[in-house]
């Protein structure tokens, strides 16, 4: 089971080159840097919080998990 830290900085890292996207495609459409600042930051916050919980949602699972032995030598 991973930790909480784990899980938070996974979604930190991963968002990081989300929001550089969502910052580009914001800026191409809107040619507005202001903007697509405010819009990569709000996207960045949420989606953030929505990684978050999925991953702990999924550590609750035990879908495609293996049973650990019962004993090891």
């Known amino acids: 089971m991973e930790s909480h ?3 938070i900085t996974k979604a930190i890292t991963w968002r990081a080159g989300g929001t550089f996207v969502t910052f580009a495609v914001a800026w191409m459409v809107t040619r507005k840097v202001e903007l697509a600042a405010q819009i ?3 996207d960045t916050i949420v989606k953030i919080g929505a990684f978050y919980c999925h991953e702990r949602v ?3 699972l035990k879908f495609g998990r293996e ?4 004993y090891q030598i």
Do not use: D, F, M
């Open 67 to 70: 049973k650990p032995p019962e």
């Open 40 to 42: 990569g930051l709000v």
């Open 5 to 7: 830290l784990r899980s």
């Open 58 to 60: 999924w550590n609750r």
